[in-house]
């Protein structure tokens, strides 16, 4: 797959990640040209400093990585990452509330999705596949759509599994064409990242970009 780079988010959510881990992810970002880079909120201010006009999102993430914080807390987490200087926000969605049947799920999902695009930006909500059914898998992300989500992302990477070619071709056979899928969780190889985007997947995030573009360099030889 020739630019597979133009769906890699280049992502480090590690704890101890550490000033020149952001250098080194928007460096890797400009020599593949990945799609963006995906950040820690905190660090968003410096990656966006160093990423200056180049053309790479900037990606962060919102109520991660367990979802259940209040809402208020999760706009607040927005509107900080908004005026830092972030692309794209990928926020947790309460796992907790929506294993116990409660409308709010979809509210708060309306509210972040409005405050995001307010400000001209899309929202990514992550549903922790690892903890649901197929049937959850269905519910979570047609609410995900009707209450104004870009993209329904897979994963935190911090459950028990990530991305599965299974769990795309389900989310995509179920959601409108024009709501993104972002596989994410475990993805290492050249030959998942393909499998996930053959599935369905419109974005691929990974810590594992750079290996993947070597990987195909590799097949090019």
């Known amino acids: 797959m020739e630019n597979i780079n133009n769906f890699i988010e280049q992502t480090n959510l590690r704890p101890t990640l550490i000033d020149r881990d952001i250098d080194q992810l928007v460096e890797e970002a400009r020599k593949y040209h990945f799609a963006g880079i995906c950040v820690p909120p905190f660090w968003v201010k410096k990656a966006k400093r160093e990423i200056g006009s180049d053309t790479i999102r900037l990606v962060t993430v919102i109520g991660f990585p367990l979802g259940y914080q209040m809402s208020e807390s999760k706009t607040n987490e927005m509107e900080i990452a908004i005026a830092n200087g972030a692309d794209e926000l990928d926020m947790v969605m309460n796992v907790s509330a929506f294993k116990s049947g409660m409308p709010w799920v979809k509210i708060e999902i309306a509210k972040c999705a409005q405050l995001a695009h307010d400000s001209g930006k899309p929202i990514k909500i992550i549903i922790e596949t690892a903890y649901l059914s197929s049937d959850e898998m269905i519910t979570a992300a047609k609410l995900c759509q009707d209450a104004g989500a870009d993209y329904v992302k897979t994963s935190t990477g911090f459950a028990p599994s990530g991305a599965k070619v299974e769990d795309i071709r389900l989310l995509r056979s179920n959601?409108?064409?024009?709501?993104?899928?972002?596989?994410?969780?475990?993805?290492?190889?050249?030959?998942?990242?393909?499998?996930?985007?053959?599935?369905?997947?419109?974005?691929i995030g990974t810590s594992g970009g750079v290996k993947i573009m070597e990987e195909l360099a590799g097949k090019r030889i």
């Open 175 to 203: 959601l409108a064409n024009d709501i993104g899928i972002k596989a994410s969780g475990g993805i290492k190889s050249l030959k998942e990242a393909c499998l996930l985007i053959e599935a369905g997947a419109d974005r």
